[in-house]
């Protein structure tokens, strides 16, 4: 059983560019959370989604920032015309209703 | 001893020692918990659970104690060694279907 798949690993992006982050959950979990991550902070929630659903999306930007987790496929967070300050770790986790969550290994966004 | 560093603060103990990490939890409500551990460059990895309908609970080589009066949790690292060296993070649950907030994290450090 497949951990947790976050794609890419590493993003460079131009200023003003966009930004997809995928996130694969673990086999038979629906729910997904994303978080940010600074050097040396802690991690920050950003939107917790179910099967096509946004549950809770208060850490979530309200510009420029949005997510996704559709019926089929990853969940994607995506991010229009990125600025020096989205450079981050962000941290992907899935698990079942009530359960533990499994992180993925992140994706580092680096914008340039 | 216990330093509070730039963001994170930092526990040093001694190859062989017992470590104790301790977070405070903010919501009286949380009904779940978890301790995660990151090492540097990768994802948060589950340590322990514990629901709050426990005050301990044991795993191998790690205790997790639950305080609800004063809201507190801690987990305690039997006979640490050098892998232990990462950043613990513990983290609530108020409800099922609710996300996961995050402490801000304490950074140990296994001297030899």
């Known amino acids: 059983n497949a951990g947790v798949m976050q794609n890419p690993r590493h993003l460079v992006r131009r200023r003003g560019q966009e930004a997809r982050l995928r996130c694969s959950p673990m086999?038979?979990?629906?729910?997904v959370y994303w978080y940010r991550q600074l050097p040396e902070e802690g991690l920050k929630f950003m939107v917790y989604l179910q099967k096509e659903n946004i549950i809770d999306e208060s850490g979530m930007p309200k510009e420029r920032f949005s997510a996704e987790f559709p019926k089929e496929g990853p969940s994607i967070l995506r991010i229009q015309q990125v600025v020096r300050g989205d450079s981050a770790a962000y941290f992907c986790?899935?698990?079942?209703?009530?359960?533990?969550?499994?992180f993925g290994q992140g994706t580092r966004l680096t914008v340039v | 001893g216990e330093s509070v560093g730039l963001h994170l603060p930092t526990l040093s103990v001694q190859e062989g020692d017992n470590s104790i990490i301790n977070c405070a939890y903010s919501n009286s409500a949380s009904d779940y918990f978890i301790w995660y551990k990151q090492e540097s460059g990768k994802g948060p990895q589950f340590i322990i659970d514990?629901?709050?309908?426990?005050d301990k609970r044991q795993g191998q080589r790690v205790t997790v104690l639950l305080n609800k009066t004063v809201k507190h949790l801690s987990l305690q690292i039997a006979a640490t060694q050098p892998g232990d060296s990462a950043v613990y993070f513990c983290a609530e649950n108020i409800l099922p279907g609710q996300n996961f907030v995050f402490g801000p994290g304490t950074r140990l450090s296994v001297l030899p």
């Open positions: 986790a899935s698990s079942r209703q009530g359960s533990e969550a499994f």
């Open positions: 086999k038979g979990h629906s729910h």
């Open positions: 514990i629901r709050s309908n426990m």
